[in-house]
């Protein structure tokens, strides 16, 4: 498989007729695979990389993925030469782990776009809003020539805050009419947001709201990850309105920061290797402990104080040792 993957990520990397359909295998493989990504990004210290990632959270219902096409439209007119590239996380069903992929379909307009790249992704239950590889995909749509990418998550409320890890510019949306939005930005969503976007700004209330955020951040202070304070835009992205405003201001960011973002991306992929080996290491250490009555007994006798947790852990990692270097042997 190893030659599969140095195949794919070379018709990737060139403008060809497969370009597209070899990033998408690949992109399958960082989202269903992530075992597999320090295999993925060997070399990839040589892959060209998009000049932005912004990345787009918010409560749910406040107009993410209308701005997102509104965005992409956008970002084709001011560079018809380039291509964007979107990854849009939908909520997995707890039962199958499929996604209803209702922000694709938000977006099909650009379907028959070649220079527009739009990829769906279920979030597999995780509470961050983001799954383990979004980096890895982010890497990916770079590697396929997006210049831009954009990255709409799942929009699950206070938790989601990862996209600040992972974008270089995170626009937090909120909308009027959908109770206290402030209290949205208690869990870390203040720090991490850089441009925070009142949308649906015809509505009433959305000056005030607006006004509020202002106040909100001039009373908290910065204490962000961006030298830039954060800014407040009102838009409407059903009407359009305020949306080359917004371009304006990340086209601004991107030519003041691009340094910066490419030292945070560098760190970013080694987290996500990191990440990597981490959930490696939980599967083989859950194929070691085992569904079976053995297994039940081992946890058990942790709960009678006739073993330790730490003890369980070693004996799994010992057993794990083991396995792996049988089966080096027999290779």
């Known amino acids: 498989m190893t030659g599969d993957v140095r195949q794919f990520v070379e018709e990737a990397g060139h403008e060809t007729a497969g370009r597209i359909r070899a990033a998408a295998r690949l992109l399958s493989l960082a989202e269903n695979e992530p075992e597999r990504i320090p295999e993925l990004f060997a070399g990839m210290a040589e892959w060209p990389e998009p000049r932005m990632v912004v990345g787009l959270t918010g409560q749910p219902g406040s107009g993410k993925s209308v701005l997102t096409d509104r965005l992409i439209a956008g970002f084709r007119a001011r560079h018809p030469d380039r291509r964007v590239g979107v990854i849009a996380v939908d909520a997995s069903s707890p039962y199958t ?12 307009r650009h379907a028959t776009d070649p220079m527009v790249f739009i990829r769906s992704a279920a979030s597999r239950g995780h509470v961050g809003g983001l ?29 989601e805050v990862e996209v600040a890890e992972v974008a270089d ?5 909120l909308a009027p009419g959908q109770g206290d939005g402030i209290q949205l930005l208690k869990c870390g969503l ?12 015809d509505r009433e209330g959305a000056d005030r ?11 908290t202070g910065d204490g962000r990850r961006h030298d830039h304070p954060a800014e407040v835009l009102t838009v409407s992205a059903l009407k359009g ?7 304006d201001l990340l086209e601004k960011r991107c030519a003041q920061e691009r340094d910066r973002w490419r030292e945070r991306r560098s760190l970013a992929v080694e987290e996500e290797i990191r990440l990597a080996v981490l959930e490696e290491a939980r599967r083989q250490i859950l194929h070691a402990l085992g569904n079976d009555d053995a297994a039940a007994e081992q946890v058990r006798r942790i709960l009678r104080g006739e073993a330790t947790v730490t003890g369980l852990v070693g004996r799994l ?13 027999r290779s």
């Open 97 to 108: 782990g499929g996604a209803l992929l209702g922000d694709r379909v938000r977006m099909m």
């Open 131 to 159: 799954m383990l590889g979004i980096r890895g995909m982010v890497r990916i749509m770079g590697l396929a020539g997006c210049d831009v990418v954009l990255v709409e998550t799942v929009g699950v409320g206070q938790s």
């Open 169 to 173: 510019l995170v626009l937090v949306i």
């Open 190 to 201: 203040l720090e991490a947001g850089d441009i925070f976007v009142v949308n649906k700004a």
């Open 209 to 219: 709201l607006a006004s509020l955020l202002l106040a909100t951040l001039h009373l």
């Open 241 to 247: 309105r305020g949306v080359a405003e917004l371009i």
């Open 317 to 329: 990692l010992d057993t794990v040792a083991r396995e792996h270097g049988a089966g080096s042997e």
